[in-house]
């Protein structure tokens, strides 16, 4: 049943939407989430859950350290499995341009104090036993991971929920 009244109303059941009604409800507002669909039914259930920092623009990783910050608590805030993982990040460099940009990436990710691992070839088949990969060089920022993409919204969601947020699947949002 729709609340008769709230003070939030999130549109969009994706993991952004369902992390803004979590910390919504956190704060004691009375939150609404309306789901065209179902919790984590589109994009949000399908890419590849890199929580990271190495290689993003350098304006973006203050963000992604206090998002790493965040994602560390995420599994006991929810109370559920988010499948976060400090599983580390390798960007390897197969062409002379991609070895610049790896240049780039490593100096930013240490302007921020990162640590930040350059692999030779025999360093890269060490660490992928068994796969041919053509690269040349790699950079390693172990500490960078991954989460499950729906095990994590669905968590968020079932999280707002519980703090008090209507989560309302299936109810698409209309101009009226």
């Given at each position: 049943t729709?609340p008769?009244q709230?003070?939030?109303?999130?549109i969009?059941?994706g993991?952004?939407?369902c992390?803004?009604a979590?910390?919504?409800?956190?704060?004691?507002?009375?939150?609404v989430?309306?789901e065209?669909g179902?919790?984590?039914?589109?994009?949000?259930?399908r890419n590849?859950g890199?929580?990271r920092r190495?290689?993003r623009?350098?304006?973006?990783?203050?963000?992604g350290?206090?998002?790493l910050?965040?994602?560390?608590?995420l599994?006991?805030?929810?109370?559920r499995?988010?499948?976060?993982r400090?599983s580390?990040?390798?960007?390897a460099?197969?062409?002379?341009?991609e070895?610049a940009?790896?240049?780039?990436?490593?100096q930013d990710a240490?302007t921020?104090g990162?640590?930040?691992?350059r692999l030779?070839r025999a360093?890269i088949?060490?660490l992928?036993?068994?796969?041919?990969?053509a690269?040349?060089a790699a950079l390693?920022s172990?500490?960078?991971?991954?989460?499950e993409?729906?095990?994590?919204?669905?968590?968020?969601a079932?999280?707002?929920?519980?703090?008090?947020?209507?989560?309302?699947?299936?109810?698409?949002?209309?101009a009226?």
């Amino acid at each position: 049943t729709l609340p008769a009244q709230a003070d939030l109303v999130v549109i969009g059941g994706g993991i952004i939407g369902c992390s803004a009604a979590l910390w919504a409800a956190e704060q004691g507002h009375r939150v609404v989430l309306l789901e065209k669909g179902r919790i984590a039914g589109e994009q949000s259930g399908r890419n590849w859950g890199w929580v990271r920092r190495m290689g993003r623009a350098p304006a973006e990783y203050p963000l992604g350290i206090e998002s790493l910050r965040i994602w560390d608590s995420l599994n006991a805030r929810t109370g559920r499995e988010t499948g976060f993982r400090r599983s580390g990040v390798v960007y390897a460099a197969t062409s002379a341009a991609e070895l610049a940009w790896l240049d780039t990436v490593e100096q930013d990710a240490r302007t921020f104090g990162m640590e930040i691992r350059r692999l030779d070839r025999a360093q890269i088949a060490g660490l992928f036993p068994g796969v041919n990969l053509a690269a040349q060089a790699a950079l390693l920022s172990a500490d960078d991971g991954r989460a499950e993409p729906a095990l994590s919204t669905a968590a968020l969601a079932l999280a707002a929920r519980a703090r008090g947020a209507a989560v309302m699947t299936g109810c698409a949002a209309r101009a009226v």
